[in-house]
């Protein structure tokens, strides 16, 4: 290893720059796999992290529970249904929280349920879920600069107040802070937007199945008895809300393009660097030096500019956390940035294959022809 | 100038730089596509609204949906110095169909006393976005059956830029929007204006819709909550008529005669039709979305004092008049019940706007410093490779600030080039159908060139020293 730490002391400031090179694009990587990671979650986490495994909604709102709704007889034919242990309402309605002594308002996303049945949010973070009327649960990531458990939050329109009792996680709805309240708080919240409202209905019927029924037999039954509406797992209402594939693919695309981009760096700088070694190199395998220990060497170079740009691209998030916070939140999980670090050396190792194979190719005698070693 | 002659005798170097460039560009302007193509799909009626001031209600927090204004604040908005016309703006999401086809859509339903697009419609008309032809075969002439109700309306023509929350907007006369909000089954004769309820509604509540609101979710141990208020549940099974002031639910069965409230002391009048929205919610993700109405009868229409409700008010100023200046005196003089937006101002004022045009600010910013350092990277590389060839010209006589502004000029047309080659990859990738909207915009182009030219110019001042320290004896020895 003696020549790649010698080149590594002598080119410092140019393995320098390529780490930070490195560095900045696996940064970039790791933000957008961090912000898709936030947006994915919060398209409809809430739905995926509630207690019933199957949600009846609205077959028009084309799994789109927000956009659903469920006429009182439709429940109860639901809740009457054979295979259901359980049957109980989840309404999802978009209102504005502030602080009472603040006048600035943030959009949210408001879910009512029915404590301790189907429907009831599974990851509390902190505190306890509501036990009486106007308590909530919010969700943690959106906590920052709006809210803590014990505070009082003004729902508007109404002006309704509200304790914060507990925060969730990965419990986000439309990308927006979202709050779990009890549903006899849910219709006075959605009555101080329309006063004259007589009925509030749920948007999905949140299903417990009964116990020996699994819950693809109660789908097919409930889709078969209920055409208006359509039965789904609470995974599916996850996977299936609108925009969500969408997003994914739109940036995996430039995150896909982003690991072009390092392995093109990455494999320019090695190669120009082999060109310009090549005279050295050829002389290290002219003494006997196997073309193993040279690209070994490279290898080795490689491995210490990826693990530095990792290092300086997982920094880098962890500042930038905190100072995107008040806009999107994003989560800093050590599982990320391996998931991340594997592709990122993936791809570094093919942007040397050129080098390398240059490398291999060096012909030791080149080294005696060479006019300055005495040859023609 | 030599060094750029070389770019054209020799491009093999530079192709590497050229092809990492052209990535980055694309990372610049493929983000910018889809922030933009969201943002219009969005926005589009706002933002192309027939009026300098659009007003809000003040605990809407610019959420359209849940903006309500009524008659006193418009006449109060109306006699404001300054303001020349208001006119009152609603819009809905619903299902539409269109009777001769399969398939149905999730619309915008809109209806504006200002025109919108190329003619007011008439009752029973609508103007269509155009992208309403994506997603269902409709053209002009056609019939398209809207909202729960399955209201028919005749399609008289297509225009753009007139989408909102990601729908295609479908513009209609506010007694056919009014109409098209009832639930299935209610009476669509079109006597009913503005959600007034029809004047021969029987006294007493129908018995199915009795025994429903005494069922109703909510209280699904089967008792009452107790509540009070008008519309409060019969759980009782009340016999005399009372509870609600308004609307029914969804059930197909049920009719829009809604019974009168005995606490509000009217009859008949009040005329919340329960609606279910039955159309797609808008495409998340962190796209611009007004939160859903499931689970509610939302529909803001006049209530039991009111006839003139509406969500939003458009406001056009007098000549000369200072838009910023009367949207302030609007508020005031409503006691800040109101929040007036330029249209700018309305569309930044959307749930989500301001945040994704941060997020993808982030994005941008940091792309543009890595370009900055791998341009750095790759035109040190380029310079020391190339040293002999300086060497020589050093030695013919350029001077060091020539050779500089030599590899400057290379780099901007390296940039350029690969700004052209990004932004033909950027629309092709637009062109996949991945249903997240895109949009390419010039001015973003124009955007990712300067900036992507300005940070390699700021990357070659890291040659600069090389360049400038070679020594024309090399080029003898």
């Known amino acids: 290893m003696l020549f790649a730490n010698a080149e590594l002391r002598r080119s410092k400031a140019r393995f320098g720059m390529l780490t930070v090179g490195t560095g900045l694009l696996v940064f970039v990587l790791l933000f957008q796999q961090a912000l898709l990671t936030s947006l994915l979650d919060g398209i409809a986490g809430a739905v995926g992290h509630q207690s ?31 295979g259901v242990a359980d049957a109980s309402e989840l309404g999802v309605t978009g209102l504005s929280i502030r602080h009472p002594n603040s006048e600035e308002r943030h959009a949210a996303a408001v879910l009512g349920y029915q404590p301790n049945r189907p429907g009831t949010p599974t990851r509390l973070r902190a505190g306890r879920l509501p036990e009486k009327a106007n308590e909530t649960v919010a969700s943690a990531e959106d906590a920052a600069g709006r809210y803590k458990v014990g505070d009082t939050i003004l729902i508007d329109p109404g002006e309704v107040e509200l304790t914060v009792v507990g925060l969730t996680e990965e419990s986000r709805l439309n990308v927006s802070p979202t709050l779990w309240t009890p549903w006899e708080t849910y219709e006075e919240l959605v009555r101080g937007v329309y006063p004259e409202t007589p009925l509030v209905m749920a948007s999905a019927v949140a299903i417990e199945p009964s116990p020996g029924v699994s819950t693809e037999a109660l789908i ?13 797992t609470r995974e599916e209402a996850v996977t299936d809300a609108p925009g969500r594939d969408a997003v994914r693919y739109g940036f995996l695309l430039v995150m896909g393009l982003g690991y072009i981009v390092v392995a093109i760096v990455i494999g320019f700088f090695f190669l120009t660097l082999t060109l310009q070694k090549e005279p050295s190199i050829t002389l290290v395998r002219a003494m006997g030096a196997k073309g193993g220990y040279v690209v070994s060497g490279l290898v080795r170079q490689l491995l210490v500019v990826i693990l530095g740009g990792l290092t300086i691209g997982s920094l880098l998030l962890v500042g930038a956390e905190s100072a995107v ?47 300055s070693m005495g040859g023609t | 100038m030599i060094l750029t002659r070389e770019l054209r005798r020799n491009p093999r170097p530079f192709l590497v730089p050229t092809g990492v460039l052209t990535l980055l560009a694309v990372l610049l302007l493929y983000p910018s596509a889809v922030l933009d193509g969201i943002l219009h799909g969005s926005t589009g009626v706002l933002r192309t609204a027939p009026a300098d001031l659009i007003v809000y209600a003040r605990n809407a927090n610019g959420v ?47 209806s504006s006393e200002a025109q919108l697009g190329s003619a007011a419609p008439e009752p029973g008309e609508a103007l269509v976005d155009t992208t309403l032809r994506e997603q269902i075969d409709v053209a002009e002439g056609d019939t398209l059956l809207i909202g729960p109700g399955e ?50 509604l029987p006294d007493e509540m129908p018995e199915d819709l009795q025994e429903q609101l005494g069922d109703q979710p909510g209280t699904s141990d089967g008792s009452s909550e107790g509540e009070e208020e008008p519309g409060s549940e019969g759980s009782e099974g009340s ?23 005995e606490e509000s002391g009217e009859s008949q009048e009040s005329a919340t039709g329960v609606v279910g929205f039955a159309g797609q919610e808008p495409s998340s993700g962190g796209a611009v979305q007004e939160p859903g109405s499931g689970g509610a009868p939302a529909v803001p229409v006049d209530d039991d004092e009111d006839q003139d409700m509406s969500q939003l008010l458009f406001v056009d100023v007098d000549d000369g008049a200072d838009p910023t200046a009367v949207a302030a005196a609007i508020d005031q003089a409503t006691g800040r019940v109101t929040e007036t937006f330029t249209r700018s101002g309305a569309v930044k004022a959307m749930p989500g706007v301001e945040e994704q045009e941060t997020t993808f600010g982030y994005i941008r910013m940091v792309t543009l410093t890595v ?85 390699t110019v700021a990357g070659s001042v890291l040659s600069l020293r090389r360049v400038t320290g070679i020594d024309p004896a090399d080029a003898i020895g």
Do not use: C
Request: proline letters at 7%; aromatic letters at 6%.
């Open chain 1, 52 to 82: 019933a495994p199957v949600l009846v909604l609205a077959r028009e709102a084309q799994r789109s529970v927000a956009g659903s709704f469920v006429p009182p007889d439709q429940f109860e034919a639901v809740a009457g249904s054979p």
């Open chain 2, 371 to 455: 370009a900055l350092v791998v341009v750095g990277l790759f035109l040190m590389f380029l310079t020391l490779e190339r040293t002999p060839f300086y060497a020589v010209l050093k030695a013919v006589g350029a001077s060091s600030r020539q050779l500089f502004f030599g590899v400057v000029a290379q780099a901007l047309l390296i940039t350029a080039i690969a700004v052209g080659v990004g932004a033909a990859a950027t629309w092709g990738l637009t062109h996949i159908p991945f249903e997240l909207p895109t949009m390419m915009q010039p001015v973003r182009l124009l955007e990712t060139l300067v900036a992507l030219g300005v940070t």
């Open chain 2, 239 to 261: 016999e005399d008529g009372t509870d609600t002031g308004s609307g029914a639910s969804g059930d197909e069965g049920s009719e829009s005669e809604e019974p009168g409230s």
């Open chain 2, 64 to 110: 359209l949906i849940l903006s309500r204004l009524g008659s006193e604040e418009r006449s109060q908005v109306q006699d404001v110095e300054g303001v020349d016309r208001v006119a009152a703006f609603d819009a809905w999401l619903l299902g539409a169909a269109s009777e001769d086809a399969e398939g149905t859509a999730a619309v915008a339903l809109l």
């Open chain 1, 325 to 371: 916070e008040a806009t999107i939140p994003i989560t800093v999980d050590p599982m990320v940035i391996v998931q991340t670090a594997i592709p990122v050396m993936v791809v570094g190792l093919l942007g040397i294959v050129s080098p390398v194979r240059r490398v291999l190719r060096t012909d030791p005698q080149a080294a005696i022809s060479r006019p």
């Open chain 1, 220 to 232: 097919q039954d409930l889709n078969a008895a209920l055409p208006d509406l359509e039965a789904v």
């Open chain 2, 151 to 200: 209201v028919p309306v005749t399609v008289t023509g297509f225009v753009s830029e007139l989408n909102l929350w990601l729908l295609p907007g479908v513009i209609v006369d506010k007694d056919t929007w009014s109409s098209a909000l009832l639930p299935a089954g209610s009476d669509q004769s079109g006597e009913s204006s503005s959600g007034e309820v029809p004047q021969d």
